[in-house]
T-cell receptor
Framework: DSGVTQTPKHLITATGQRVTLRCSPR?????VYWYQQSLDQGLQFLIQ???????AKGNILERFSAQQFPDLHSELNLSSLELGDSALYFC????????????FGPGTRLTVT | AQSVAQPEDQVNVAEGNPLTVKCTYS??????LFWYVQYPNRGLQFLLK??????LVKGSYGFEAEFNKSQTSFHLKKPSALVSDSALYFC???????????FGQGTILTVHP
């Protein structure tokens, strides 16, 4: 158990809908990262937050947004969902960033029908 | 742009034999390099990392990795494989102060009894 929690574990929704994925980092970690894992794209970095502020952005679509709250939990919002958004979404946390190892949550499996 | 390549989609070894999972990277500046393992329906687990110093890095579960700057490689090794090592292995590189990781496509390791 990495200490990173993600809810929900599974999510099934229809195209055009909006969903929110939630992540609680390990105690003491200030950085939260979001990754998308799919068969065709592999594991892709989406976005990083550090202590409430956006720190780095990767291949995140404009339909997706995230935030980190004062208690350091984070939410990833996915809107206008398309079939291609079906994937495993992982949250990870680390103490700060840079060379710190990241600890991954169990993931949320999103299925868009 | 950063990139990580894992040239083998699959590696098969017999239990008790040494194993190697290959990784090459392209990062400007000094890289941070990581190995993670993913078991079915689980998040990624941190195995080891290289930041600087000794080119041979030791990690969890008897794994080690050798950093080779001239060949831009960071191969994962284990002297004696176990059936329980069978999993999906990811190499990742970071090169900034922020913590964004670029992952390879992953290598499926199968250890046969």
């Amino acid at each position: 158990d990495s200490g990173v929690t993600q809810t929900p574990k599974h999510l099934i929704t229809a195209t055009g809908q909006r969903v929110t994925l939630r992540c609680s980092p390990r105690s003491g970690d200030l950085s939260v990262y979001w990754y998308q894992q799919s068969l065709d794209q592999g594991l892709q970095f989406l976005i990083q937050y550090y202590n409430g502020e956006e720190r780095a952005k990767g291949n995140i679509l404009e339909r997706f947004s995230a935030q980190q709250f004062p208690d350091l939990h984070s939410e990833l919002n996915l809107s206008s969902l398309e079939l291609g958004d079906s994937a495993l979404y992982f949250c990870a946390s680390s103490v700060e960033g840079g060379a710190d190892e990241q600890y991954f949550g169990p993931g949320t499996r999103l299925t868009v029908t | 742009a950063q990139s990580v390549a894992q040239p083998e989609d699959q590696v098969n070894v017999a239990e008790g034999n040494p194993l190697t999972v290959k990784c090459t990277y392209s990062v400007s500046g000094n890289p941070y390099l990581f190995w993670y393992v993913q078991y079915p329906n689980r998040g990624l687990q941190f195995l080891l990392k290289y930041i600087t110093g000794d080119n041979l890095v030791k990690g969890s579960y008897g794994f080690e990795a050798e950093f080779n700057k001239s060949q831009t490689s960071f191969h994962l090794k284990k002297p004696s494989a176990l059936v329980s090592d069978s999993a999906l292995y990811f190499c990742a590189a970071g090169g900034t102060s922020y913590g964004k990781l670029t992952f390879g496509q992953g290598t499926i390791l199968t250890v046969h009894p």
